[in-house]
T-cell receptor, first 112, second 113 residues
Framework: EDKVVQSPLSLVVHEGDTVTLNCSYEVTNFRSLLWYKQEKKAPTFLFMLTSSGIEKKSGRLSSILDKKELFSILNITATQTGDSAIYLCAVNYGGSQGNLIFGKGTKLSVKP | DGGITQSPKYLFRKEGQNVTLSCEQNLNHDAMYWYRQDPGQGLRLIYYSQIVNDFQKGDIAEGYSVSREKKESFPLTVTSAQKNPTAFYLC????????????FGPGTRLTVT
């Protein structure tokens, strides 16, 4: 059965800390892995990763994929209270239908 | 402004009533999706549509129905057969076969009592 597992499920840190969120997957015909940030409503797209070992970076956020070990990490450095959100990992699998399978998310709380 | 709109933002219904959630996009995207989100459960796929007048069941389609009569619109009906309809419903769209990113609407929170 295809699955995406995120860890930890919840995390509380203080401003300025660095955090690492994990996403492992077992899917047939892997195509890409996507990270989303969900604050109160719509998940917003962060990164899409298709190749192993190539880091994607946007400001204080970065992510990398390991297709051999079947996982990805999302790093956030110098966290701010505005980083508080649920971070969702999703994997695109199968044919050209573009369907995603989501993990349960990691709820990050950043305290001042 | 291009984007995905969902309405209403909040919806309250009595048990036994069907209810339809609206999803409209002006991104000219081919594919559209409906997800359900429950606390601690992540997003689960209800239905999806790759082209107009065609749609497929997702992982949890029982008790739901959809239509895709226009490219811009993909309404979801939550029927009385859905045993636990209270949830947050998200609609998403994707540009086409070469694109993997899905873009989400703001969601509708449905409460059935």
């Amino acid at each position: 059965e295809d699955k995406v597992v995120q860890s930890p499920l919840s995390l509380v840190v203080h401003e300025g800390d660095t955090v690492t969120l994990n996403c492992s997957y077992e899917v047939t015909n892997f195509r890409s892995l996507l990270w989303y940030k969900q604050e109160k409503k719509a998940p917003t797209f962060l990164f899409m990763l298709t190749s192993s070992g190539i880091e994607k970076k946007s400001g204080r956020l970065s992510s990398i994929l390991d297709k051999k070990e079947l996982f990805s990490i999302l790093n956030i450095t110098a966290t701010q209270t505005g980083d508080s959100a649920i971070y969702l990992c999703a994997v695109n699998y199968g044919g050209s239908q573009g369907n995603l399978i989501f993990g349960k998310g990691t709820k990050l709380s950043v305290k001042p | 402004d291009g984007g995905i709109t969902q309405s209403p933002k909040y919806l309250f219904r009595k048990e036994g009533q069907n209810v339809t959630l609206s999803c409209e996009q002006n991104l000219n995207h081919d594919a559209m999706y409906w997800y359900r989100q429950d606390p601690g459960q992540g997003l689960r796929l209800i239905y999806y549509s790759q082209i107009v007048n065609d749609f497929q069941k997702g992982d949890i389609a029982e008790g739901y129905s959809v239509s895709r009569e226009k490219k811009e619109s993909f309404p979801l009906t939550v029927t009385s057969a859905q045993k636990n309809p209270t949830a947050f419903y998200l609609c998403a769209s994707r540009a086409g076969p070469a694109s993997y990113e899905q873009y989400f609407g703001p969601g509708t929170r449905l409460t059935v009592t």
